[in-house]
């Protein structure tokens, strides 16, 4: 996957080092959680499990590119975990309670997801409200609504019995029997693929790194820049709908009280992966390693029995040791 980071020749050629250096560090990090805990519980390298934790990641991966995007910009969306539950609410008054095809449940989903990135976006943009309040006053109302909608009970997806097969069938299994890796870990690698393709190929892509590394020069430039900004807060919200969609194929269900945490882990991931917190550098695949990493970590720490309150200590202690990483490399920190 191709990348974009900074604007100016001498100031990017020093970041994509920057970044590729991450990148690299969080691959072997990767490997080497891997051998650890390979080494101190041997099932954990079973087919079974491995398939687990790709499946973990379908869903956190791809909230993790769509904060990729926003990050990028130099903002912060903590709202795509309500979203994704509100996505998969919509899915679910649509095909359950409308009794609509799936292809409209999932269109639904996503339409709604992209709607409100976009009022979310509008916010920041137009109305000059600071990201993370902006998107936190948003993570409360998805997360109220969702409630009312569902009548707080959860939606049951039996009257839409293919709905599951989106992300737990296996395309590729039926090719290849002997890896029936699932559909929601193919359809994280499209995404994550059309995200790259954005970044790099496209004029949105160039303008989302542009605003993260100088929105006002951007401006001055006489770019719309708060057209650009909107239209990738729409684009990561688009995508939390394809998460909805995938976590409720996963549950059979859409669960309105389920959401609120996820966008730590995929925050996590992003930084992980060597996105800056201050715009204006990421990439995909870093994103997608940093996301192997949390799933990779949480499923290892819970065949070693790690109570889940520990769990949740060590990924904010890895969450804090990430920024610290971006700060030295950055030059913050002297």
């Given at each position: 996957m191709s990348e974009r980071t900074g604007t100016a020749t001498g100031p990017r050629k020093s970041l994509m080092g920057g970044a590729a250096q991450q990148k690299l560090l969080a691959f072997a990090s990767l490997i080497v959680l891997l051998i650890v805990f390979s080494v101190a519980k041997p099932q954990f390298m079973q087919m079974t499990?491995?398939?687990?934790?790709?499946?973990?990641?379908?869903?956190?991966?791809?909230?993790?590119?769509?904060?990729?995007?926003?990050?990028?910009?130099?903002?912060?969306?903590?709202?795509?975990?309500?979203?994704?539950?509100?996505?998969?609410?919509?899915?679910?008054?649509?095909?359950?309670?409308?009794?609509?095809?799936?292809?409209?449940?999932?269109?639904?989903?996503?339409?709604?997801?992209?709607?409100?990135?976009?009022?979310?976006?509008?916010?920041?943009?137009?109305?000059?409200?600071?990201?993370?309040?902006?998107?936190?006053?948003?993570?409360?109302?998805?997360?109220?609504?969702?409630?009312?909608?569902?009548?707080?009970?959860?939606?049951?997806?039996?009257?839409?019995?293919?709905?599951?097969?989106?992300?737990?069938?296996?395309?590729?299994?039926?090719?290849?029997?002997?890896?029936?890796?699932?559909?929601?870990?193919?359809?994280?690698?499209?995404?994550?693929?059309?995200?790259?393709?954005?970044?790099?190929?496209?004029?949105?892509?160039?303008?989302?790194?542009?605003?993260?590394?100088?929105?006002?020069?951007?401006?001055?430039?006489?770019?719309?820049?708060?057209f650009w900004k909107m239209s990738v807060y729409a684009l990561a919200g688009a995508i939390c709908g394809i998460a909805g969609i995938l976590i409720s194929s996963r549950l059979n269900s859409a669960q309105p009280a389920l959401g609120q945490g996820y966008e730590l882990d995929a925050i996590a991931a992003v930084v992980i992966g060597g996105t800056s917190l201050a715009g204006g550098r990421g990439t995909i695949l870093g994103t997608l390693i940093g996301a192997l990493i949390m799933s990779v970590l949480t499923n290892g720490l819970r065949i070693l029995s790690v109570a889940q309150e520990w769990q949740t200590v060590v990924t904010g202690a890895i969450i804090i040791a990430a920024v610290y990483a971006d700060q030295l490399r950055r030059g913050k920190i002297k």
């Open positions: 499990n491995i398939l687990s934790i790709l499946q973990a990641t379908s869903v956190n991966g791809v909230l993790a590119v769509a904060a990729t995007l926003v990050i990028i910009t130099g903002g912060i969306d903590l709202s795509v975990g309500t979203l994704m539950t509100f996505c998969a609410v919509i899915a679910g008054v649509v095909l359950t309670w409308a009794g609509m095809p799936i292809i409209i449940g999932v269109i639904a989903a996503i339409a709604a997801g992209g709607c409100v990135g976009l009022v979310s976006g509008t916010f920041i943009a137009k109305l000059k409200i600071p990201p993370f309040i902006a998107t936190l006053g948003m993570m409360l109302i998805l997360k109220g609504l969702s409630l009312v909608i569902s009548g707080t009970k959860p939606i049951y997806f039996n009257n839409s019995p293919g709905y599951t097969q989106i992300a737990q069938g296996s395309l590729i299994g039926k090719v290849l029997p002997f890896l029936p890796v699932p559909n929601g870990v193919l359809i994280l690698f499209i995404v994550a693929g059309v995200a790259a393709y954005i970044l790099s190929r496209t004029v949105l892509g160039r303008y989302t790194f542009a605003l993260g590394s100088n929105e006002e020069a951007v401006r001055l430039s006489g770019v719309n820049t708060d």
